[in-house]
Structure formats: C-alpha cells, structure tokens
C-alpha cells in the first residue's frame, strides 16, 4: 500500500472524468490533492481524444443527460483499447429506467477495473433488486458488518463474472475480486453528510489503480483506506463550531497531506485492514 | 418553529433539485447540512420518476437549457399530482425573454407551495415592471423596511392569487400568504457576498416545507430564520484575516449545527419576528 | 494600480461568464470577493440578452458543448457591438480538434481585449505546435523566468496581431501588448494544486478591465498582481494540517479582502513587477 501511494505521487497520472455537474470540483480537487490531474471534457465531439491523452478513465453516472450513454460508451470502448483503467461509479442507478438503461449499454459494452457504489446501486448493477432512497443508500440496505458474511459469495461472483474489482462503501467498506475480499473499517460519519463523498473516492479510486494498474485490487484497498484514514484526519481536526462543510475542506486537506508514511505503519494496516477471506 | 426544524431532522425528506450548474454543489450540501438528503436529475428522460421517490420539489431557473421548460413542467405537475410541495426560486427572470419564457409556463402549468426571490424577480413574476442588476437586485429594488408597508399589499394579493407562500429576500426578509405577513431580520451583509446565498435559501424552505407540508407558512419562516441565524452565527466566527470564502464554509457549519434548541428560545424568536400584520 | 482597484469596488462591474460547470462555483465566488457581480448564462435563447445587460464578458472555453461555438459568437460579437470588455481562457485549447474548431472560431469572429492561459494553450492558439498534458500546462512547456527573453518577441507580434493584451501564466506570469511588457513573479506553488486558479485568474482579469476599460493593459497586470499577492496570502495562514482545500478558501478570502492599500506600497509593486521592457 505504500508503494500504491509512492507510484502516484511518482506518475501524477492524468484522470479523464465524464462525471456530473454537482460534485465535478470536489472531484477535480481531490484529484489534484491525490497527486494526479484531472481532465474534464465530456462533448461527443472530443472525449475520444481527451481519453487517449489521459491515463485512466472514471465513469460516473450522476446527472446523465441525452447523449450520455454514448459518449461514455466511446470513451469506454477507445480507454479499453489502450489498456487505460476504466472505473465505474453507478450513481443512483436505480432511481429510474433512464440510469438502468446507461448502466446496462456500459456494462454491455466496456470492461471496467473497478465498479464502486453503495450496496442498493451494486446490488441493482448484478440483477437484484434493491431498495432505493435516492443516491444514498437507504438505511437496510447500507452495508454493515453482520451482512458480509451474507453477501460476499453473491459479490465475489460478480466480481469473478465481470473480471473487475467490486467495492462496496457503507458502514464498513468491501472490496473484492472473484479471489480475495477485504473490509475496510475506517472512515468517519461526518461523511455522509458531505455531497459527493461518493463520487470523491471513485475519482481516487481512479487515481490510485491508474497509478498502480498492474495490482488493481491492491491499488483500490490503498485507495478506500486512504479515504478512510482522511474522514478520521478531518474528524480529528473539528472544533466546537465546526460543521459539515469545515470536514469537507479538511477532508480534501487530509487527501493533499497524505504521505507513503501514513501507510507505512504496520499497525495502522492491521487496524485497518482485517482480510476476510484469501 | 422550533416542532418545524424537529420534523426536517426526524423525517430527512429526499429533495429533488432542479438547479443551475454554479451552485448546486451548494444547495446539495446546504441540504445534508440541514438534514434532507438531495438528489440531482434533470434529464427530461427520468425528471418523473426522480419526482416520484422524493418528497418534495425545488425548481430553481438559473443557468436554464433548452428542454429546462418541458423538463420543470414533468416534474411540477407530477409533484402536485403527488401532493409533494413544489418550490420556485425564478433566478433572474427578468434578464432575458426567454427566461419569462420558461417563468410563465411554469406559472400556468404548476401550483407552487412556495415562491421565493428578491424584490426584482418578485414583482417580475407578478407582473409588474422592475429594474435589473443581473440575478441579484438592484439597490434601488431591494427590499428595505421602509419599503414593505406600501409592498404588502401587493404582494399578498399575489399570493392570495396563487394560493402560495411568497418570500421576498431583501435587507429584510418578507414571509406573506394572502393572510399574514412576518418580516424576519436576520442574516449579514456579508451573505451577499457569496454566492448561491439565495438558492441555498430556496433549497432551505423546501427542505423545511416538505417535513411541515402542512404548516407552509410556518415552516418558510422557520426556514429564513434558520438561514439568518446561520449568517449570524457564520459572521460571529469570522477572524480578521478572514474573507468571503471562509464565511461561506462557516454558513453551512451554521446550518449543519443548527438544533431544534436554537429556537426554542422565547427571546430569540421574539428578536426575529416582528409580526407586521395577522 | 492601486486606482484600478478603487474603479472596481466603485463600479461593481456585472460579469458576463460562459464558463466551465468545474469551476461555475469558483468563479462567481471570486468575482463577488473581488467587489464585482457574475451572472451565468449560456443558453443561445438568451446569452445576447444578458451579454447585453452586462458590463464584460468571460469566455472561458473549458468543458465545451455542441453549441458553445454558435453561443460564445453570439455573446461576444454583440459584446464587440457594445464595446464591453471581452476576455478570452482558451481552456486545453490543444486537448482536441472540436476545442481547436471552437477556439479558431472565435478568434476569427470576436475581438478580445485579453487572452489568457498557459504555455501551451497560448502557443496553441498563436499557431505554434505544443506539448500537452491535459488542461494545465506540461513541465517542458511551464514558463519560467529563463524563456521570457526567447519567447517575448514571439508573444508581442501575437499580442500586436491581435490588438490584444497576452496573458502567460506560469511559474512567472507574462503580461504584454505589442509595445510594453511586464514579468510577474508573485503567487505559490500551492496554487497549482487548486482546481480552477486560471479560470478564476480570468474572472478577475475580466472584472480589472471591464471597471478599467481605458487601461487594459495596466488593469491586467494589476489583477495578475492581485491574484498573485491573494496567493502569498493564502499560502501564510496555512498552519501545519491545513492542506489543499483549506489554500483554496484562504485564496478567494484574501481576493475578498484585499484593498486598494495592497497595492500602494511602492516596495511591494517593485518587488512584484520587474518591468522588462517598454
């Protein structure tokens, strides 16, 4: 997990984001607080290009408009081509056909590295069906730790039949392949009362697996403990009067000081990391 | 009041946002601040079905696209199918015709719980002419203390018309229905130096408006009072060195911190409300 | 310099901005703290209107859309018509053939009074082959003190050709015309790790000269100058834990206050401006 965060800082990879309109900057600045740079550009007419001067690819269906299940399905298909990571944030995906259908096309027709949401939006991507409250997961349906057990040969096998890595945030944090899993216990609850937290770690997630593109599931624990361990930094750091929005910028802060160092300690990483399954 | 801010945090209503791309960042935000949860979707592809799981509606008309009109109509009229409140915020309807455009159409296709702007928009919309400054009132049209005796009239017969709340935002804020009026004074200069202050307020009341359907009037005042605490509570907190950015964070710190408590005071409502007419 | 300022807390310019949804937040903030109004509309219903009614205009070409050429045209002959201030921010004018289309497209059809970006993005537009990476402005290709003296006759004829002022950001910040030409050294590193800053160094440079309309040149550099010292501000309040997020805030709040003294100094506009010809 080190090493995951030295050959970030090292390569400052160059994130393509086909994102939506609200968290778009918290995005980008959390790119630029990782250590990579962000590209924003989502117009038919370009986003080939812009994909194939970028690095890796973030996916995030959040305000979908008309055109967008083609021009992801372009950028997609062109980073797939070149080998560029590709991760898929499936925001809200069932809140309406519209989202179904955008996620359906691109599970149809990109290959994903990584496929992030909460347990109502994984759970929908793999055919089940789940209950919604809008892009947050309702409360029976955020994962906790008793339900692990339960779920994970049901996402380690959709991980294993979209050969792709599976997180899944919630109370604790999952990340699978079709081989190993892991829960994440770290974090703050002062994040869910952020907009975009989400969306945030999905565009590191991005960073860290573009960065690291040869241990993807490696690269993603690294990333979903980094998001972990800023929560409890910006939690640390509230005084009295401070609210919501003050964690916020001491979230990103948190992102922009963060060190091989602070993956270094192996205590840190046991704390963190209980392996669930080899 | 303070049953009305007790309602918002036991129910933490979904709010759809219909918004403009610069702040919804904000009012996404200034809504898990408060303790709603938003959620953004404006394409006219999934506007109804979005509508349909959320509990209320805000329809706010800044930076509006081609399909905005046809787009806010879907979901309006399906709210009020619904008897979700539906909130209007028209941001600088009177800067182009095609914005009076989109605002009359709405008018005629959609009952509003609440109406919310400054002076300018407010008299726009009910018909009359008025001076503008870009999407923020003129001087000479904000609405001042001196200016409401002769205003309310008008204003109340407007709502009366449109079996509305109207909220006028101003030096001082007006709250009327075609019964009673409440002029609330509260907030900081320093609100009008950020921006977004006034669809954060929209986003606000409708928050407040759909965990009190059944008080509108209450809940909208409960809501301005809440936001001009919050600006004095954000001006308290600000030190020499700090400036518009900082008072911004500080407002939805205000916002998030904010508890049934802070109103429960006797002398603080007193303060706040100066009861004009019944 | 320090009058360029005083014009613009006194005239309290309204800025026309088609902008990036990215950094729409950002930059309507910084225009309110620097004593300056935004208002944001891009639709081609109505961007003539408001064009209109407005004392200056943003182009700022980042995140382009289907009908940002048509939209930008119409907004900035009709500002030519009106002798309004227009600024230019071709945003990766080099990341793809539809930004270069749109990018020509405006340059062959409105005239600016400023044109500001990067290395790359400067040399893109004046014809010249560069290396990109992304949006913000390859390590080769960064400007730094030692190129000035091999590019300032190139960038001189392009500001001649265009009757424009030229704006160079970098690691030091060129400002020319064809006859005189400044070297800002000001500024911090940390301003790099912001999403946004040349978005929002364009905003300011559109509010100095549209309240300075007679002196482009001069208000360009005073608001370079400010954008600069805004960021030595920043950068001295961070305290150990504060990180990118927190320089941000720091940044749009030293905008918000800075005042005509900054700029009176005489020490302090000759360290910042080392005048390099005339």
Same mark, same amino acid.
């Given at each position: 997990?080190?090493?995951?965060?030295?050959?970030?800082?090292? &390569?400052?990879?160059?994130?393509?984001?086909? !994102?939506?309109?609200? !968290?778009?900057?918290?995005?980008?600045?959390?790119?630029?607080?990782?250590?990579?740079?962000?590209? /924003?550009?989502?117009?038919?007419?370009?986003?080939?290009?812009?994909?194939?001067?970028?690095?890796?690819?973030?996916?995030? /269906?959040?305000?979908?408009?008309?055109?967008?299940?083609?021009?992801?399905? $372009? =950028?997609? $298909?062109?980073?797939?081509?070149?080998?560029?990571? #590709?991760?898929?944030?499936? #925001?809200?995906?069932?809140?309406?056909?519209?989202?179904?259908?955008?996620?359906?096309?691109?599970?149809?027709?990109?290959?994903? &590295?990584?496929?992030?949401?909460?347990?109502?939006?994984?759970?929908? %991507?793999?055919?089940?069906?789940?209950?919604?409250?809008?892009?947050?997961?309702? &409360?029976?349906?955020?994962?906790?730790?008793?339900?692990?057990?339960?779920? %994970?040969?049901?996402?380690?096998?959709?991980?294993?039949?979209?050969?792709? #890595?599976?997180? #899944?945030?919630?109370?604790?944090?999952?990340?699978?392949?079709?081989?190993? =899993?892991?829960?994440?216990?770290?974090?703050?609850?002062? /994040?869910?009362?952020?907009?975009?937290?989400?969306?945030?770690?999905?565009?590191?997630? !991005?960073?860290?697996?573009?960065?690291?593109?040869?241990?993807?599931?490696?690269?993603?624990?690294?990333?979903?403990?980094?998001?972990?361990?800023?929560?409890?930094?910006?939690?640390?750091? /509230?005084?009295? &009067?401070?609210?919501?929005?003050?964690?916020?910028?001491?979230?990103?802060?948190?992102?922009?000081?963060?060190?091989? $160092?602070?993956?270094? %300690?192996?205590?840190?990483?046991?704390?963190?990391?209980?392996?669930?399954?080899?």
């Amino acid at each position: 997990m080190e090493k995951c965060i030295q050959n970030l800082r090292s &390569q400052s990879p160059l994130i393509h984001c086909l !994102t939506n309109y609200v !968290t778009a900057n918290d995005c980008a600045n959390l790119l630029l607080a990782c250590g990579a740079s962000p590209i /924003m550009g989502d117009a038919e007419e370009e986003v080939e290009e812009i994909t194939q001067l970028s690095d890796g690819l973030l996916l995030n /269906m959040g305000t979908p408009k008309n055109r967008t299940l083609p021009v992801m399905l $372009k =950028a997609g $298909k062109r980073a797939n081509e070149l080998g560029h990571p #590709v991760v898929f944030d499936p #925001v809200g995906v069932g809140v309406s056909a519209f989202r179904r259908n955008i996620a359906n096309g691109l599970m149809n027709g990109v290959h994903f &590295q990584v496929i992030r949401g909460n347990l109502s939006e994984i759970k929908f %991507l793999a055919g089940l069906c789940a209950s919604f409250k809008g892009v947050d997961a309702g &409360q029976e349906e955020r994962l906790t730790s008793d339900k692990i057990e339960d779920l %994970l040969p049901f996402l380690q096998s959709f991980a294993e039949n979209r050969q792709a #890595v599976i997180v #899944v945030s919630g109370e604790v944090d999952l990340v699978c392949d079709g081989g190993k =899993a892991y829960a994440i216990r770290a974090g703050h609850p002062l /994040m869910a009362k952020v907009t975009g937290t989400g969306c945030m770690l999905s565009a590191l997630i !991005t960073a860290y697996v573009t960065a690291n593109s040869s241990h993807s599931l490696l690269a993603t624990v690294a990333a979903v403990c980094a998001m972990g361990l800023a929560g409890e930094k910006a939690a640390l750091r /509230m005084s009295n &009067q401070e609210g919501s929005n003050s964690f916020r910028c001491y979230l990103i802060d948190a992102i922009s000081q963060m060190t091989p $160092k602070d993956f270094a %300690l192996e205590s840190e990483t046991e704390r963190l990391l209980s392996r669930i399954r080899i």
